[in-house]
């Protein structure tokens, strides 16, 4: 199984930025998905979760409610994380998880496979 995040960069306050989680070896329609991050010096954080299949269910941090946007395209068996107004707080290293189970849920331990993460970096 692997997950692949990518799509992060340097970019000023208010710009948008898309992320992308490609997955391989596993069945992704069956797993509920989420994107965390962690800032230097910070704990790893939930930000945005989505539920399997269909993706119906989403949920978000407070922090980024209105801003950020999770979907998945079960097709391309790949995840995304549309960020816009993007602040300084946000910059942090971006990682995607995937959770056999209908999801979605906020807390780390219950994913199962992680991948590498994403730099984003935000200027002001």
């Known amino acids: 199984v692997q997950l692949q995040a990518s799509g992060g960069g340097l970019v000023q306050a208010g710009d948008s930025l898309r992320l992308s989680c490609t997955t391989s070896?596993?069945?992704?329609?069956?797993?509920?998905m989420g994107w965390f991050r962690q800032a230097p010096g910070k704990e790893r954080e939930f930000v945005a979760g989505i539920s399997w299949s269909a993706g119906s269910i989403t949920q978000y941090t407070d922090y980024v409610k209105g801003r950020f946007t999770i979907s998945r395209d079960n097709y391309k068996n790949t995840m995304y994380l549309q960020m816009n107004s993007l602040k300084p707080e946000d910059t942090a290293v971006y990682y995607c998880?995937?959770?056999?189970?209908?999801?979605?849920?906020?807390?780390?331990?219950?994913?199962?496979?992680w991948g590498q993460g994403t730099l984003v970096t935000v200027s002001s």
């Open positions: 998880a995937a959770d056999l189970g209908v999801g979605p849920v906020e807390r780390p331990g219950a994913y199962d496979y």
């Open positions: 070896g596993l069945t992704f329609s069956r797993y509920a």
